[in-house]
């Protein structure tokens, strides 16, 4: 699972297809993330304290990981993402399309 909180990325499949969002929430164990503006439901919601006036609220479901693609902030090209490893043993994520560092996944051993 290489998509991060915050990468841009391109939707690849469903009803939102071809659509560039930012990633707002990662769920690393069931493989899912949330896009913002991507899979919006409308929900009904009784009042309560969170949501005093009740009604109808948009908001955005989670996705299958397999259905995005990360965009790359170098090149912005979707890409794939790959794994490099760099000094003591410290692991970076890199574009498969032009080669570039896109963010660090574990720093390096001491
Ligand atoms: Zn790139």
Known sequence: MRVNKDDQVLVISGADRGKRSRVVRVDKGKELVTVEGVNVVRKAVRR?????Q???????????VSNVQVICPVCTQPTRVGVRFGTDEAKFRICKKCGADIGQISPAKK
């Open 54 to 64: 009740g009604g109808r609220l948009s908001m955005e479901m989670p996705i299958a």
């Open 48 to 52: 309560s304290r969170r949501n005093p």
